[in-house]
């Protein structure tokens, strides 16, 4: 039986999540040697705690605040 590469059936989040892993040290090893990450500034970027409360909220929470930014962005680029 045929499946789609990327069908629930093949792959679950941990795939991906490997997949992903595997993706970045490749290009960090083959074009920068390493990559360094820092805990975001939430002083400097104050709509990160927004982030992570609607991630900690869980349903569709996450999708409410891109659809939000969305219409943000949408608006200052409107100059309204």
Request: proline share 4%; hydrophobic share 40%; with cysteine.
């Amino acid at each position: 039986m045929y499946h789609e590469p990327f069908s629930s059936d093949n792959w679950n989040t941990l795939q991906v999540v490997q997949l992903i892993d595997k993706i970045i040290f490749d290009i960090s090893s083959l074009r920068y040697g390493s990559l360094t990450f820092y805990a975001p500034d939430d002083k400097k970027f104050p709509s990160v705690n927004l982030c992570y409360a609607a991630g900690r909220a869980g349903g569709t929470m996450t999708g409410v605040l891109s659809a939000a930014n969305e219409k943000a962005v949408e608006m200052f680029v409107e100059e309204k």
